[in-house]
């Protein structure tokens, strides 16, 4: 009996076992399949053909989707690995790797009407009245005469002739409307900002250093990881773009991962200016149709170089040379659910198979990154200084304290903050105001009982929005909205206030300072509609606002040559959160952001405003201090036996309520504390969740901790197979980032 394994997209399920009768060819591996699971019928993945011919009741195939893989081997391979080592179902992290519509039988390519005259017609335009026709129809038939190929409905529309014209002369035999695929093309409408053209360009001397490292490793056309570790304004995309110049000549593809394609328009711009419609990019901004038809360009291998964010590590590229992760540090990496990957270190594990040259590229690398470049597991290639000896720019502590001990509490923007712009926009030079925390104020409560207006779903204050009537308060977790009243609900006193402040307070702060300035804010609540933010960094980048103010958004990977001021508002924003990680976020934070000012011919400056100006995440940001940052930060994490010095799992246990969460936790632990392997690891908690009710749901959750990962997952998959019923109650995040 001929038999298959196969990936259902059903979360939580093993691979399933299939006959495949007689009728049927056998499908590839990586070839969609239709079966029964349950009582549905759903589109799978075959994923192997499993050993010896078990006598098992297994059920039939319905269907063989594809005669070729849809999915390379090397795809499929690659998603058994992130199934295996995240603890996800292989259904799960098959359908990342997928084009959007895979599940659907035929893949859809998005199709135009063309119009074409046909002979008879040809024959209509020629003499003069053999039928009668309306001005419209002539006109039609003679428009379309001169095209030998036809036309599409849709362009004859921009012309004026509907497609109502061309139905009637099609009735008659005189035109032919014929369907035709055509592919959608992602970059239409894009705004390219500041590219010039590369290939004229010479390299700095740095750069031709690093680039000869990088493409010496790449020629061994084996596996390699190397750490570019090059400051901000260094030029590392121009040493991406000669790697994969030097691929496409070896015959080999280039696969570039960025945190976010809106965010690094001149990185896509740069590529698509040098291998014209040899790149394609994948990124979930994209339409599901414009992400089937770069899908299958790539697939068919149409492409040289590949440009997407996070789930583009499974692009189905099947003759990679270099992958290359920019910003590597970015914690958009990692999916926040399942499959929790991480985008960089699946990059790793991919390279490794496809014995290609892996580069991760950051002015602020992960401390993971840097600890294994130390060691020598990764090759260190750096790039100390600025493009042209451009100095990086100069940084001033403001200390908040003594800001408001002079001015008084309610101040948001300090005198010397104030000051620094007011120059800039004299000289017309452009500013960047960053502050991490979106909304207007992030809480409300009542002055006389003190009641807060905390998410009834979330154990989390509202943060207070402007909105078109009135003030609206929104949880940022679950999107719970409410109008906020204007008396207190518990006491009915009219003394609410509202407390603390984000990006939308500083916008409005700035316009009343500033009237005459143009000012865009950059946030998730200002960019929510498609299009929006590209629409607001080009408006920036062709000089059209003066002034940015934003979250981290703004911080990223951006060259606006024109900016000269970089304003940071509370620079400690990230340091009261309970996470091991908030000194290396804020230190990261800072030091992009800063490196956003100066990239152009005038020197840059930033302005940093905090209350703790003694903390070292600040005071090393600010001397742009990578080594002695490292250095203390591990001494810490060494301390405290955090990554990189360990492997940390988080699991979190949700249930209907706090003491059943608790009870679940704690039969786990006690399960996983009988593990063969159990003294490897040692586990913290379980404790309550410092967001111990989210979306309704009371959160209790415990950490692993060891130096052998691969212990902590298998003690965890035997709790798996012997307690099923948990899989649903609880998420096991494997090298987590975010741990509340
Ligand atoms: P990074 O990513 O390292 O922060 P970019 O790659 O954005 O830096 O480059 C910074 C700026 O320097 C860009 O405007 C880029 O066009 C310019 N640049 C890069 N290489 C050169 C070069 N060799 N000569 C002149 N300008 C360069
Ligand atoms: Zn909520």
Not at 478 to 497: D, F, G, W
Request: with cysteine; glycine share 8%.
């Amino acid at each position: 009996m001929r038999q298959i394994s196969v990936a259902v997209p059903v979360p939580f399920l093993d691979l399933l076992t299939y006959n495949v009768p007689d009728g049927i060819a056998l499908p590839p591996v990586g070839g969609r399949v239709r079966v029964p699971v349950g009582t549905r019928v759903l589109t799978g993945c075959v994923i192997e053909y499993p050993d010896g011919t078990s006598a098992g009741e297994f059920k039939d195939v319905i269907e063989a989707l594809d005669h070729d893989p849809l999915l390379p081997p090397d795809i499929v391979a690659l998603c058994r690995w992130v199934a295996d080592y995240y603890l996800a179902g292989v259904g799960d992290a098959i359908a990342a790797a997928m084009p959007p519509g895979a599940r659907r039988k035929a893949t859809s390519f998005k199709t135009k009407r063309v119009a074409a005259i046909t002979a008879l017609g040809l024959g209509a335009t020629w003499t003069p009245d053999p039928i009668s026709l309306t001005p419209k129809q002539r006109e039609a038939l003679e428009v379309l005469s001169a095209s030998s190929t036809g036309l599409a409905l849709s362009e004859l529309r921009d012309r004026g002739i509907s497609a109502d014209v061309i139905g009637r002369l099609a009735v008659r035999g005189l035109v032919q409307v014929r369907a035709e695929a055509s592919e959608r093309d992602p970059f239409e409408g894009a705004v390219m900002t500041n590219v010039q053209a590369s290939p004229t360009r010479e390299l700095t001397s740095e750069q031709t250093q690093a680039f000869e490292q990088l493409a010496a490793l790449a020629d061994i056309g084996d596996f390699r990881v190397a750490l570019l570790h090059g400051v901000t304004g260094s030029g590392k995309t121009e040493v991406y773009l000669r790697l994969a110049e030097r691929a496409r000549r070896a015959g080999r593809q280039t696969l570039l991962m960025v945190p976010e394609i809106a965010l690094t328009p001149s990185v896509t711009a740069l590529f698509r200016a040098t291998f014209g419609d040899r790149v394609a990019i994948q990124h979930s901004g994209l339409s599901d149709g414009e992400r089937h038809d770069q899908w299958h360009r790539i697939r068919r291998g149409d492409v040289d170089v590949v440009v997407g964010t996070r789930s583009a590590v499974f692009t189905p590229l099947t003759r990679v040379g270099v992958i290359v992760v920019d910003e590597e540090h970015d914690t958009s990496y990692k999916q926040e659910e399942a499959p929790r990957y991480h985008g960089r270190d699946v990059a790793i594990v991919r390279g490794r198979g496809e014995k290609a040259l892996v580069v991760l590229g950051s002015a602020t690398p992960s401390m993971e990154s840097y600890q294994h470049a130390l060691s020598g597991k990764y090759t260190r290639a750096t790039l100390e200084r600025r493009v042209l000896d451009r100095p990086l720019a100069s940084v001033r502590l403001v200390n908040m304290r003594e800001e408001y001990a002079d001015q008084g509490p309610d101040i948001v923007i300090s005198r010397t903050l104030v000051a620094a712009i007011e120059d800039r926009l004299q000289r017309s030079e452009q500013v960047i105001v960053l502050l991490n925390r979106r909304g207007y104020a992030t809480a409300v409560f009542c002055r006389q009982c003190g009641d807060a207006f905390e998410c009834p779903n979330c154990t989390i204050s509202l943060t207070v929005h402007t909105a078109r009537q009135g003030w609206k308060a929104r949880c940022h977790y679950c999107n719970y909205s409410m109008t906020v009243p204007k008396q207190c609900r518990k006491c009915a006193a009219p003394y609410l206030e509202q407390a603390g402040f984000g990006t939308e307070k500083v916008e409005q702060h700035l316009r009343e300072r500033f009237p005459d300035a143009r000012i865009g804010r950059v946030d998730r609540d200002s960019v929510r509609r498609k299009g929006a933010l590209a629409s607001i960094l080009s408006r920036f980048a062709a000089g059209e606002l003066d002034l940015l103010v934003g979250t981290q958004m703004i911080a990223k990977g951006h060259d606006f040559p024109r900016v000269t001021l970089v304003g940071v508002i509370s620079a400690d924003v990230g340091l009261g959160v309970a996470d091991f990680r908030a000194g290396e976020r804020t230190f990261q934070l800072l030091t992009q952001v800063a490196g956003r000012a100066g990239r152009g011919e005038q020197v840059g400056e930033a302005v940093v405003q905090t209350l703790y100006p003694e903390h070292y995440s600040i005071q090393l940001s600010c001397q742009q201090d990578y080594a002695a940052f490292f250095d203390r930060e591990l001494a810490y994490r060494r301390g405290m036996r955090y990554p990189p010095t360990v492997a940390l799992v988080n699991v979190v246990v949700r249930g209907r309520s706090f003491d059943e969460a608790m009870r679940t936790a704690t039969d786990v632990t006690h399960r996983l504390k009988q593990s063969t392997v159990a003294g490897s690891f040692i586990i913290l908690g379980p404790a309550p969740a410092p967001l111990v009710r989210l979306r309704g749901e009371h959160r209790v959750q415990f950490f692993l901790k060891g130096s052998r990962r691969v212990d902590m997952r298998n003690a965890l998959k035997a709790m798996l197979a012997e307690m099923p019923e948990v899989r649903r109650k609880i998420t096991i995040d494997i090298d987590p980032l975010n741990v509340l």
